[in-house]
C-alpha cells in the first residue's frame, strides 16, 4: 500500500474511492484473487486471510464495475465472454543467465509478441541488463554474450513498455512457468506489482492436442507446423513462433469445439488416462 499523504503531522487516510481506482488499475492486468487484491491494494498479507477477504468483499462486493468468479478472481465486469479467435493475448519469451530467479540469475533479453483477433499484431524485443556476469554456458546456449548487454537497458527501464504490452491479455509462453516467474522477479525487484491475470502455457496445450508426438519442445512443435526460428534461444524469434504456434493451436481447438477461456482451462485440467500395467514383459507386450 502507498505511503499515506502527511499535512501538519496527521495521516490522511486513503479513500475508498482511490483503493478502488488501485483495484481497476490491477484489475486492467487481468484477474487476480481475493488475496492478491488484499495484498497488492489494501496492504493486507500475513495476516488473518478470512477478515482480509472479507474486507475485500465488503470494497468490492457491490460495485458493477468488478465481478468475481467461484474460485474468488475478481476481474473487470465485461459482456460475454470472448470466443479464443477474439481474445487479446501477449506471448513473452525471456532469456536469463540461468535457470531460476531463486538463486540469482536475471533476464538478459525479452520479448513480448500481441496477437489479436487471430493475428500477429506487434511486437517488443530488447536485450537486457541483467547487472551480473553471462556463463559461458548459457552464452554457448544464445549467443548473447556479457559485451551484448553491457550498455544494453536495465529491466526497470523496459518494464513500463513490458506492462504496456501485458496489461488485460492472457499471458502466454512456452514452458509458461518458466518465463512469468522470472518476469515476476524482475517487476518485484523494480518494486512493481508481480504478474496476475491468466496464463496459458503452449507446452500443456501441446500435450492435450498432440498427445502422438514424443516431443513438445519448440523445435519439435515448430517442425511439426513447419515453423521457421531464424535465431532459436533469441526472445525475439522464439516469441515469434509461439505466437504462430499459438495460432494454430486456437484452430484446433476451434475444430474440436472449444471456443472460450473456460473451455481451455477444463481441458487442460483434465488428468491423461493412465495406461494398464501389462502382466506381459515389456518385450512381449510391444511384439
Not at 519442445?217 to 521457421?228: H, I, R, V
Request: aromatic share 6%; glycine share 6%; hydrophobic share 45%.
Amino acid at each position: 500500500m502507498s505511503d499515506p499523504k502527511v499535512t501538519d503531522g496527521a495521516t490522511a487516510p486513503v479513500t475508498g474511492a482511490s483503493l478502488l481506482d488501485r483495484v481497476e488499475s490491477l484489475l486492467a492486468m487481468g484477474p487476480a484473487s481475493t488475496a492478491a487484491v488484499a495484498a497488492q491494494v489494501l496492504g493486507l498479507s500475513g495476516g488473518d486471510p478470512a477478515a482480509a477477504a472479507q474486507v475485500v468483499w465488503t470494497l468490492l462486493g457491490s460495485d458493477a464495475r468488478f465481478a468475481v468468479s467461484r474460485e474468488g478472481f475478481w476481474s473487470l465486469a465485461r459482456g460475454p465472454a470472448p470466443v479464443l479467435r477474439e481474445e487479446e493475448w501477449v506471448v513473452v519469451d525471456v532469456e536469463t543467465t540461468g535457470g531460476s530467479p531463486a538463486q540469482g540469475h536475471r533476464v538478459t533479453e525479452v520479448a513480448a509478441v500481441r496477437v489479436s483477433r487471430g493475428e500477429v499484431k506487434e511486437s517488443f524485443s530488447t536485450l537486457v541488463n541483467p547487472q551480473r556476469p553471462i556463463p559461458r554456458m548459457i552464452t554457448d546456449l544464445t549467443g548473447i554474450t556479457n559485451e551484448m548487454v553491457r550498455s544494453a537497458p536495465t529491466f526497470r527501464e523496459v518494464a513500463p513498455r513490458l506492462q504496456e504490452m501485458l496489461r488485460g491479455r492472457v499471458f502466454v509462453a512456452h514452458n509458461a512457468s518458466f518465463d512469468w516467474r522470472f518476469v515476476s522477479s524482475e517487476l518485484e525487484l523494480c518494486r512493481w506489482t508481480p504478474l496476475s491475470g491468466r496464463q496459458l502455457c503452449t507446452v500443456r496445450l501441446a500435450r492435450k492436442l498432440l498427445p502422438q508426438l514424443p516431443s513438445r519442445s519448440l523445435d519439435a512443435l515448430a517442425l511439426y507446423f513447419n515453423l521457421e526460428i531464424v535465431a532459436r534461444h533469441r526472445a525475439g524469434d522464439d516469441a515469434l513462433a509461439t505466437a504462430k504456434l499459438l495460432l494454430h493451436f486456437i484452430e484446433m481447438l476451434e475444430e474440436q469445439g472449444i471456443e472460450g477461456w473456460e473451455a481451455v482451462e477444463a481441458l487442460l485440467a483434465k488428468r491423461a488416462a493412465r495406461r494398464k500395467r501389462s502382466v506381459m514383459p515389456r518385450s512381449m507386450d510391444q511384439a
